[in-house]
T-cell receptor
Framework: DAGVIQSPRHEVTEMGQEVTLRCKPI?????LFWYRQTMMRGLELLIY????????DSGMPEDRFSAKMPNASFSTLKIQPSEPRDSAVYFC????????????FGPGTRLTVL | DAKTTQPNSMESNEEEPVHLPCNHS???????IHWYRQLPSQGPEYVIH???SNVNNRMASLAIAEDRKSSTLILHRATLRDAAVYYC??????????????FGTGTRLTIIP
């Protein structure tokens, strides 16, 4: 398996623009997680899905952020409108089960909002 | 959520063992101890996890104190490729019934050739 795939790897955009980050989890994994990493706040969980259903979005910063998982092999994280403070590395991860299962992380998308 | 405390940074010589400490004095009976590491410009990767007993795998060993208030990740023979930020994490069960990982600031391990 190719592991968790994220695209794009780098994104530079201007404030106010819509940004869409994409993730393909490992086949057969039931859980998908979106994280954000910044120097100031470290690695934070934004939202996770179980069987394509959002379970816990308490980490989503505000209404400008939304995430979807239309099928088992694809998820998106959208920011609209983007702001400079959204600049960060966004990671997607997937895992097999509910408890005590290893999470496999993608390579991340580095987002810069000017 | 129970918190962990790790040193900000450590150094070790190549080909020597490394002991990375973690304190978690408020751990509950059902909290698992996880270790992940993040190599430069990569996403975190799983290293090991345990509950009460010491654990070994091909990457490392996890030694858990008898009272579970601390643990140590042991890299038996460090290589330059082990230079990374190591995160000690206590998993907790969320209100939704699943396990959540809350990453702290970790220990930045530098390997000296």
């Amino acid at each position: 398996d190719a592991g968790v795939i994220q695209s794009p790897r780098h994104e530079v955009t201007e404030m106010g623009q819509e940004v869409t980050l994409r993730c393909k989890p490992i086949s057969g994994h039931d859980y998908l997680f979106w994280y954000r990493q910044t120097m100031m706040r470290g690695l934070e969980l934004l939202i996770y899905f179980n069987n394509n259903v959002p379970i816990d979005d308490s980490g989503m910063p505000e209404d400008r952020f939304s995430a979807k998982m239309p099928n088992a092999s694809f998820s998106t994280l959208k920011i609209q409108p983007s702001e400079p403070r959204d600049s960060a590395v966004y990671f997607c991860a997937s895992s097999l089960g509910v408890l005590y299962n290893e999470q496999f992380f993608g390579p991340g998308t580095r987002l810069t909002v000017l | 959520d129970a918190k962990t405390t790790q040193p900000n940074s450590m150094e070790s010589n190549e080909e020597e063992p490394v002991h990375l400490p973690c304190n978690h004095s408020t751990i509950s009976g059902t909290d698992y101890i996880h270790w992940y590491r993040q190599l430069p410009s990569q996403g975190p990767e799983y290293v090991i996890h345990g509950l009460t007993s010491n654990v070994n795998n091909r990457m490392a060993s996890l030694a858990i104190a008898e009272d579970r208030k601390s643990s140590t990740l042991i890299l038996h023979r460090a290589t330059l490729r082990d230079a990374a930020v190591y995160y000690c994490i206590l998993s907790s069960i969320s209100n939704f019934g699943n396990e959540k990982l809350t990453f702290g600031t970790g220990t930045r391990l530098t390997i000296i050739p």
